[in-house]
């Protein structure tokens, strides 16, 4: 090779290596992505939760004991509904809110059995400052504080978290997963909670099953209505986790949206404690847990003639006592018909 061989050969340019592409890298930046939105998304759920101070602040209140209880609130507030909506849900144009449904619900420390006892709203209890009372006039005396306190004071129980959701959000939550499956055990008809459904299981809308969970027109009125209010939870629980609609944005995002605009809750409450109640439900739902109305003995008539349902105080004090304890149960006080 001569000299001006040997200068071409120099001069060729250097040959560089491809790069390399990382996979890896762009990987991560898409679940860096994903991760972020989701915060997002759930910081804008969290502030779109409705607040109100609903636990007590002052007075005596039962001793802090082991476990989580939930007091879950339905009142009949007709809060951003419009007349259209009022007349499709059989509302009425009712102002203000009361009580429609009163449930406490206890999820065990360590992983037994959630339990999810009804109280009926006509419930005869001591309600602080006001005297004996039906239980929904504590609500319609002092909102969600007086009757979380008339709840404390007559179980025992020291309420940990509270939710509440209107008329509304019932229907917009059962909607939003394309209705809920239910059995219903006689044809029920009743004008004034726009129901009219035939006997059997069917798939029930937000209206029909709106009107389903308040509906008083059957032999046992109040009673009957606590019964189908948590079947009714169970239902609408299993089918918001089934694979149907958790695995399908279009029927997801919708409920997650719908549920923290329709639910109110204390100051110190957030989505992820909703997250918490909401798996339990889950454990309820698929028979992992315990449901039942509180124990009575009958029923009574206030002073001016108003029916009440009156308490078995002994099963009843077992029963609350086993909550506030965070212990089993005992089968003896678990009312599963009456």
């Known amino acids: 090779m001569n000299y001006a061989q040997q200068q071409m050969v120099h001069a060729r340019p250097p040959h560089h290596r491809p790069k390399q592409r990382r996979p890896g890298r762009k990987i991560l930046a898409v679940l860096l992505v994903l991760v972020l939105a989701l915060v997002g998304f759930l910081i804008y759920v969290d502030f779109s939760l409705k607040r109100e101070p609903a636990l007590p602040t002052s007075g005596e209140r039962p001793a802090d004991g082991p476990g989580t209880n939930w007091l879950l609130v339905g009142s009949d507030s007709r809060e951003g509904l419009d007349a259209d909506r009022q007349a499709e849900l059989g509302t009425g144009d009712t102002a203000g809110r009361r009580t429609d449904t009163v449930m406490l619900v206890h999820i065990p420390q360590a992983g037994g059995k959630p339990t999810m006892v009804s109280l009926p709203r006509d419930s005869y209890v001591s309600i602080p400052g006001q005297g004996k009372d039906k239980l929904n006039s504590a609500f319609a005396y002092g909102g969600p504080q007086l009757l979380t306190r008339t709840v404390e004071a007559s179980t025992g129980v020291r309420v940990d978290h509270y939710a509440e959701v209107g008329l509304g959000g019932f229907a917009d939550m059962t909607d939003a997963i394309g209705g809920v499956d239910i059995c219903v055990k006689e044809p029920m008809k009743d004008p004034k909670a726009n129901l009219d459904v035939q006997a059997g299981c069917q798939e029930l809308d937000g209206p029909q099953a709106l009107g389903y969970v308040r509906t008083r027109a059957s032999s046992r009125g109040d009673l009957d209505r606590v019964e189908r209010q948590r079947e009714f939870l169970a239902a609408l629980t299993e089918k918001a986790s089934s694979p149907e609609v958790f695995l399908n944005p279009l029927r997801l995002f919708p409920l997650i949206l719908d549920?923290?605009?329709?639910?109110?809750?204390?100051?110190?409450?957030?989505?992820?404690?909703?997250?918490?109640?909401?798996?339990?439900?889950?454990?309820?739902?698929?028979?992992?847990?315990?449901?039942?109305?509180?124990?009575?003995?009958?029923?009574?008539?206030?002073?001016?003639?108003?029916?009440?349902?009156?308490?078995?105080?002994?099963?009843?004090?077992?029963?609350?006592?086993?909550?506030?304890?965070?212990?089993?149960?005992?089968?003896?006080?678990?009312?599963?018909?009456?």
């Open 259 to 338: 549920t923290s605009g329709a639910f109110l809750v204390d100051t110190e409450d957030h989505v992820w404690h909703l997250a918490g109640l909401a798996f339990a439900m889950n454990g309820i739902a698929s028979g992992q847990g315990v449901t039942t109305t509180v124990p009575m003995s009958g029923f009574g008539e206030t002073s001016d003639g108003a029916s009440v349902v009156k308490w078995d105080q002994d099963k009843a004090e077992t029963l609350f006592g086993a909550l506030a304890n965070d212990t089993e149960v005992p089968a003896e006080v678990i009312v599963t018909g009456m």
